[in-house]
């Protein structure tokens, strides 16, 4: 079992930036994949970012690209994601995920998620 607790959201103004923060619990942190995706009102759960087990890969959505940055600590078991110059359409509740089962992309299905984090962006 892994247990992964989001936090750092809030409300913020276009341009305004925000860092998020997952902290997770359970197994080896370090042997695993992990990502952020969000989920605005009315639409589908959408891929976010995802970083390697060895932080070395990094992946984004185009629609965040140069905007938002992934990272991770092993050491703390907490991986992060920096948001910079944030617009009103990033506005989701956002959530931490992992897949555990193997090494494929985390797009391809996450096998534990958290709660989750609002954040808001007002124009």
């Known amino acids: 079992q892994v247990q992964l607790v989001e936090s750092g959201g809030g409300l913020v103004q276009a341009g305004g930036s925000l860092r998020l923060s997952c902290a997770a619990s359970?197994?080896?942190?370090?042997?695993?994949?992990m990502g952020w995706f969000r989920q605005a009102p009315g639409k589908e759960r959408e891929f976010v970012a995802a970083m390697s087990w060895s932080g070395v890969s990094t992946y984004y959505a185009d629609s965040v690209k140069g905007r938002f940055t992934i990272s991770r600590d092993n050491a703390k078991n907490t991986v992060y994601l920096q948001m910079n110059s944030l617009k009103p359409e990033d506005t989701a509740v956002y959530y931490c995920a992992t897949r555990t089962r193997d090494t494929r992309s985390i797009r391809l299905g996450a096998d534990y998620w958290g709660q989750g984090t609002q954040v808001t962006v007002s124009s």
């Open positions: 359970g197994r080896t942190f370090s042997s695993y994949t």
